[in-house]
T-cell receptor, first 112, second 113 residues
Framework: QKEVEQNSGPLSVPEGAIASLNCTYS??????FFWYRQYSGKSPELIMS????GDKEDGRFTAQLNKASQYVSLLIRDSQPSDSATYLC????????????FGTGTSLTVIP | DAGVIQSPRHEVTEMGQEVTLRCKPI?????LFWYRQTMMRGLELLIY????????DSGMPEDRFSAKMPNASFSTLKIQPSEPRDSAVYFC???????????FGPGTRLTVT
């Protein structure tokens, strides 16, 4: 079982719509959760971190965490073509040591 | 404030040659991570350091790979001898001791022919 799983997509949404990206993790003891955006040919860029159950909003981005279901999601409101990228979910897990695990990423395309 | 700095940005070398990748973490960050990214395997953690000490190198693929951190502002990842299957983008990332947020450098694209 992978530590972090994401739907690889690709996910396509029209401009102005809400994009919903999902991630599940296997270590129930995980405490820290992150979303990174990676444009083609570039490095991962941290866009959201969340540590507590519930929602965290930052501009057009909302991260949602449900520890009971071991589920993290990222909502992008009013999607723009510039949001087209691969989104990586990352989880800090203490299983096997203090490790930072990345999902394989979900490719998002926003269609103008 | 300068981010994580990596050099070179691109490296093309022939099989069997030694390759050295370099990283300067963000000042004040006491954790440093080396990752490798390929289409097939995604982003893989190779090794990480805390206060210049290697903590977990279980991701290093084999003895051809070695990493050092001689001081708080510099780390190297060396591959000797290099093989075509080492072709990938290698990222360095760093974070503070109190915050788990990792910040990535621009990466080194390695091509071994």
């Amino acid at each position: 079982q992978k530590e972090v799983e994401q739907n690889s997509g690709p996910l396509s949404v029209p401009e102005g719509a809400i994009a919903s990206l999902n991630c599940t993790y296997s270590d129930r003891g995980s405490q820290s959760f992150f979303w990174y955006r990676q444009y083609s040919g570039k490095s991962p860029e941290l866009i959201m971190s969340i540590y507590s159950n519930g929602d965290k909003e930052d501009g057009r981005f909302t991260a949602q965490l449900n520890k009971a279901s071991q589920y993290v999601s990222l909502l992008i409101r009013d999607s723009q073509p510039s949001d087209s990228a691969t989104y990586l979910c990352a989880v800090n897990s203490y299983r096997g040591g203090n490790q930072f695990y990345f999902g394989t990423g979900t490719s998002l395309t926003v269609i103008p | 404030d300068a981010g994580v700095i990596q050099s070179p940005r691109h490296e093309v070398t022939e099989m069997g040659q030694e390759v050295t990748l370099r990283c300067k973490p963000i000042s004040g960050h006491d954790y440093l991570f080396w990752y490798r990214q390929t289409m097939m395997r995604g982003l893989e953690l190779l090794i990480y350091f805390n206060n210049n000490v290697p903590i977990d190198d279980s991701g290093m693929p084999e003895d051809r790979f070695s990493a050092k951190m001689p001081n708080a502002s510099f780390s190297t990842l060396k591959i000797q001898p290099s093989e075509p299957r080492d072709s990938a983008v290698y990222f360095c990332a760093s974070r503070t001791g109190t915050n788990y947020e990792q910040y990535f450098g621009p990466g080194t694209r390695l091509t071994v022919t």
